[in-house]
Protein backbone atom coordinates (compact mmCIF):
# COMPACT_ATOMS: atom_id res chain seq x y z
CA UNK A 1 0.00 0.00 0.00
CA UNK A 2 1.26 3.77 -0.94
CA UNK A 3 0.71 7.02 0.50
CA UNK A 4 -2.01 7.36 -2.10
CA UNK A 5 -4.50 5.19 -1.06
CA UNK A 6 -3.82 6.23 2.56
CA UNK A 7 -3.77 9.85 1.90
CA UNK A 8 -7.00 11.51 2.88
CA UNK A 9 -8.37 15.25 3.05
CA UNK A 10 -7.11 16.93 6.68
CA UNK A 11 -8.03 20.17 8.04
CA UNK A 12 -5.26 23.04 7.26
CA UNK A 13 -4.65 26.34 8.63
CA UNK A 14 -2.64 29.36 7.72
CA UNK A 15 0.90 30.99 8.92
CA UNK A 16 -0.70 34.37 9.36
CA UNK A 17 -4.31 33.19 10.91
CA UNK A 18 -5.11 33.43 14.62
CA UNK A 19 -4.08 30.69 17.21
CA UNK A 20 -7.84 30.58 18.33
CA UNK A 21 -8.65 29.88 14.34
CA UNK A 22 -6.24 26.71 14.92
CA UNK A 23 -7.47 25.87 18.62
CA UNK A 24 -10.79 25.72 16.87
CA UNK A 25 -10.05 22.98 14.54
CA UNK A 26 -8.08 20.97 16.81
CA UNK A 27 -10.87 21.11 19.69
CA UNK A 28 -14.11 20.96 17.30
CA UNK A 29 -12.70 17.92 15.13
CA UNK A 30 -11.01 16.05 18.30
CA UNK A 31 -7.33 16.41 15.91
CA UNK A 32 -3.45 15.83 17.18
CA UNK A 33 -2.36 18.56 14.97
CA UNK A 34 -3.17 20.45 11.82
CA UNK A 35 -1.17 21.14 8.40
CA UNK A 36 0.17 24.67 8.23
CA UNK A 37 0.26 26.07 4.83
CA UNK A 38 2.18 28.87 3.25
CA UNK A 39 0.56 31.96 0.88
CA UNK A 40 0.75 29.96 -1.81
CA UNK A 41 -1.65 26.71 -0.33
CA UNK A 42 1.49 24.36 0.11
CA UNK A 43 2.30 22.67 3.95
CA UNK A 44 5.47 24.34 5.40
CA UNK A 45 4.72 22.91 9.19
CA UNK A 46 2.63 20.20 11.42
CA UNK A 47 1.24 22.59 14.41
CA UNK A 48 0.84 19.78 16.96
CA UNK A 49 -1.78 20.43 19.50
CA UNK A 50 0.88 20.25 22.41
CA UNK A 51 2.78 23.67 20.78
CA UNK A 52 -0.72 25.05 21.16
CA UNK A 53 -1.01 24.23 24.68
CA UNK A 54 2.93 25.57 25.09
CA UNK A 55 1.61 29.23 23.36
CA UNK A 56 -0.95 29.50 26.11
CA UNK A 57 1.65 29.36 29.06
CA UNK A 58 3.73 31.94 30.35
CA UNK A 59 7.39 31.46 29.53
CA UNK A 60 8.48 31.48 33.17
CA UNK A 61 6.52 27.96 33.42
CA UNK A 62 9.06 26.28 31.37
CA UNK A 63 11.52 27.76 31.98
CA UNK A 64 11.29 27.01 35.88
CA UNK A 65 8.18 23.80 35.73
CA UNK A 66 8.03 24.03 39.49
CA UNK A 67 6.61 27.13 39.28
CA UNK A 68 3.48 25.32 38.23
CA UNK A 69 2.45 23.76 41.42
CA UNK A 70 2.93 26.56 43.29
CA UNK A 71 0.18 28.80 41.28
CA UNK A 72 -3.02 29.01 42.72
CA UNK A 73 -6.31 27.62 40.85
CA UNK A 74 -7.69 30.67 40.33
CA UNK A 75 -4.65 32.08 37.92
CA UNK A 76 -4.63 28.69 36.51
CA UNK A 77 -8.24 29.15 35.14
CA UNK A 78 -7.76 32.56 33.58
CA UNK A 79 -5.02 30.97 31.35
CA UNK A 80 -6.77 31.15 27.50
CA UNK A 81 -5.41 31.08 23.81
CA UNK A 82 -4.39 34.67 23.37
CA UNK A 83 -6.55 35.87 20.24
CA UNK A 84 -4.01 38.37 19.35
CA UNK A 85 -1.17 35.56 18.89
CA UNK A 86 -0.65 33.97 15.14
CA UNK A 87 -0.19 30.50 14.12
CA UNK A 88 3.44 31.46 13.16
CA UNK A 89 4.26 32.17 16.77
CA UNK A 90 3.96 28.74 17.57
CA UNK A 91 6.15 27.39 14.81
CA UNK A 92 9.85 26.51 16.00
CA UNK A 93 12.20 28.94 13.92
CA UNK A 94 14.13 28.32 11.37
CA UNK A 95 13.57 26.12 8.35
CA UNK A 96 10.99 23.42 9.27
CA UNK A 97 11.91 19.42 9.28
CA UNK A 98 10.11 17.69 5.83
CA UNK A 99 6.70 16.05 6.58
CA UNK A 100 6.09 15.79 3.50
CA UNK A 101 5.81 12.28 0.97
CA UNK A 102 5.52 11.41 -2.51
CA UNK A 103 2.57 9.45 -3.39
CA UNK A 104 4.34 6.31 -4.11
CA UNK A 105 5.50 6.22 -0.78
CA UNK A 106 5.58 3.25 1.10
CA UNK A 107 3.73 2.69 4.24
CA UNK A 108 6.86 1.77 6.26
CA UNK A 109 8.74 5.22 4.44
CA UNK A 110 5.66 7.45 6.41
CA UNK A 111 5.97 5.29 9.33
CA UNK A 112 10.11 6.19 9.92
CA UNK A 113 9.49 9.66 9.14
CA UNK A 114 6.30 10.12 11.45
CA UNK A 115 8.76 8.66 14.35
CA UNK A 116 11.80 10.67 13.11
CA UNK A 117 10.18 13.77 13.49
CA UNK A 118 7.20 13.35 15.77
CA UNK A 119 4.21 13.71 14.20
CA UNK A 120 0.78 12.22 14.28
CA UNK A 121 0.38 13.55 10.47
CA UNK A 122 2.54 13.51 6.97
CA UNK A 123 1.44 15.28 4.11
CA UNK A 124 1.03 14.00 0.63
CA UNK A 125 2.31 15.79 -1.99
CA UNK A 126 2.34 15.18 -5.68
CA UNK A 127 3.55 17.28 -8.85
CA UNK A 128 1.90 18.88 -11.25
CA UNK A 129 2.82 18.38 -14.77
CA UNK A 130 3.97 22.29 -14.94
CA UNK A 131 6.62 20.89 -12.23
CA UNK A 132 4.58 22.76 -9.13
CA UNK A 133 3.48 20.65 -6.13
CA UNK A 134 -0.04 19.95 -4.76
CA UNK A 135 -0.89 18.36 -1.46
CA UNK A 136 -2.87 15.50 -2.44
CA UNK A 137 -3.80 14.88 1.34
CA UNK A 138 -2.77 13.83 4.45
CA UNK A 139 -1.73 10.63 6.39
CA UNK A 140 -2.70 10.37 10.52
CA UNK A 141 -0.78 8.24 12.38
CA UNK A 142 -4.50 6.62 13.64
CA UNK A 143 -4.71 5.84 10.13
CA UNK A 144 -1.48 4.10 9.28
CA UNK A 145 -1.99 1.83 12.86
CA UNK A 146 -5.39 1.10 11.10
CA UNK A 147 -3.35 -0.23 8.29
CA UNK A 148 -0.87 -2.31 10.31
CA UNK A 149 -3.41 -3.35 12.69
CA UNK A 150 -5.13 -4.65 9.37
CA UNK A 151 -1.77 -6.47 8.03
CA UNK A 152 -1.94 -8.31 11.62
CA UNK A 153 -5.53 -9.96 10.64
CA UNK A 154 -5.01 -11.10 7.46
Given at each position: MRARDLAEPYPTIG????LTAAADLLVGQRLPALLVLDTYGHPVAVLRAEQLIDACLPRYF???PLLARIIDEPYA???R???????SDCLPPGRPQPFSVPPDCTIV???ELMVRIGSPVVAVM???PDGTARLVGAVTATRLLERLRQGTHA
Open positions: MGDHTQDDRLVAPERLVEIADRN
